[in-house]
DNA sequence: GCGATTTGACCCAT
DNA sequence: ATGGGTCAAATCGC
C-alpha cells in the first residue's frame, strides 16, 4: 500500500510539475516534451493502480477465506480508498486543463448543443475554471430578431450627420444563439492581467458599464466576420469579486473556421502566382490584422517549414489546440498568415480596456 | 494610409 | 423607462 501511495504522489507531483512547466514555458513547450511527460505520469499512476487491483484482489481472497479480514482488511480498504481519492482529488480526471473548453474554444460551442449544465473543474493556479453552458433556442438560431429601418433624420446622434443614410437595415440584437460562458484566470504579463489566448482573432466593437459591476464589459466579434461572415462574437467582464478572473461569454458558432469560400477573399487576398507555398500569397492579405489574441494555429498541412521552438510566442500557445485539431478544419489561408505575423496580445490596450472604474 | 480601438449615440428587449 | 448590445465617426498606432 505505501509503495502505491508513493507512486501515487509521484504521480501528482510529475503531474504539476508538468502543469507548472506548461504554464510557465506556455510559448515554448515542445510535443516531445509533452509526450514524455505524459508518458511518465502515466506510468506512474497505472503502477499504482496495479499495486492497488492486487492488494484489493488479495484481500478479497483473505476475507473470502474467512481469515483474519478484519481489522485489517478494513484497513487496508480504507487505505485504498483513501488513494483513489487521492488520485481524483489530484485532478486525475477526465477533464484536464487541456481539454478544457476554455483551452479549446473551438469545441466549446459545439459542446452547447449537448446539454445546459455547468460544470465545474480543477482548480488551476488557484482560479477556479468553470464552463457554463447557457440555456439555447436551437429552433431560431439567432435568425430572428427586430429589423428596423432609421427614419431619415430621426437620428439625433451629433456623430451621423443628417446627410448620412444611418441605416441599419440588419440590426438584430439579443438574439437567441448559443452562449457559453466561461471563467478564466486573467494570464499577467508583466504588470497588467488580461484573458489568456483563446485561439481566436477578436476585433473589439464597443464597451459598456453594466449597472452593478465594477468593470465594463467588452464586446468583441470574430475578425474574420468582413472575410467569411463570421458571426461569432464574445464578451469579456471582469468579476466584481475576483478582478483577477474574466467571464468570457461566446455567442454564436465561428463559420470562419470552414469557410472555404471566404465572401471577400478574392479583393482582399491579392494572389502572388510567383510563390507556390500555400502561405505566401496571403501574407499581403492579413498581416494588418492584430488584436489582443494572436490567431489561430495553422492547421497540420500549414505548419509547413515552421518548428515549434520557431514559431513565436503567440503561436506557439496554441499547442494545444494545434495538437488536437481536427483534420477536418480547413480554415482558409488567411488564417495562416495571422499565425505567421500576428503579433498577437497587445497588452497595452488591454490596460485600457479592462481598467477598473475605482482605479 | 490603413486597420484597430475608443466612445457617444442609437436602438431594442424587457 | 431603462439597461444592454451595436453602430459608426473620431482617434490612435503602426
Known sequence: MDEAITNILEGCKLARELETSIMKQVFNISPDYLMKSSEE??????????????LNSS?????????????????GAT???QALNLLQSAGFEQQSMFFHPTHYPRVAPQMATVSAVATPVMELGGSRYVNVLESTNPEDGGSHGGVRLTPEGS???ARRPAGSTGQRSTRRRRDNAERVIHRVPAVRTGNSEMPPDDGYTWRKYGQKDILGCRFPRSYFRCTHKNY????????VQRLDEDPYTYEVVYCGQHSCLTSTTPLLISSLAPVNTAVTSAVAPIITSATASTTYVATNPPGESSMIGTTLSEMTPSTSIHLGNWLTRDLADTRPVADMADVLFNSGSSSSSMDAIFYSKHD
Open 41 to 54: 505520469i502515466v506510468t506512474t499512476f497505472t503502477a499504482a493502480m496495479n499495486l492497488l487491483t492486487s
Open 228 to 235: 467569411y461572415g463570421c458571426e461569432a462574437k464574445k464578451q
Open 155 to 157: 437620428s439625433g446622434s
Open 79 to 81: 487505505s485504498i480508498i
Open 59 to 75: 484481500l478479497h481472497v483473505s476475507s473470502s477465506m474467512g481469515g483474519e479480514a478484519g481489522e485489517g482488511g478494513s484497513h
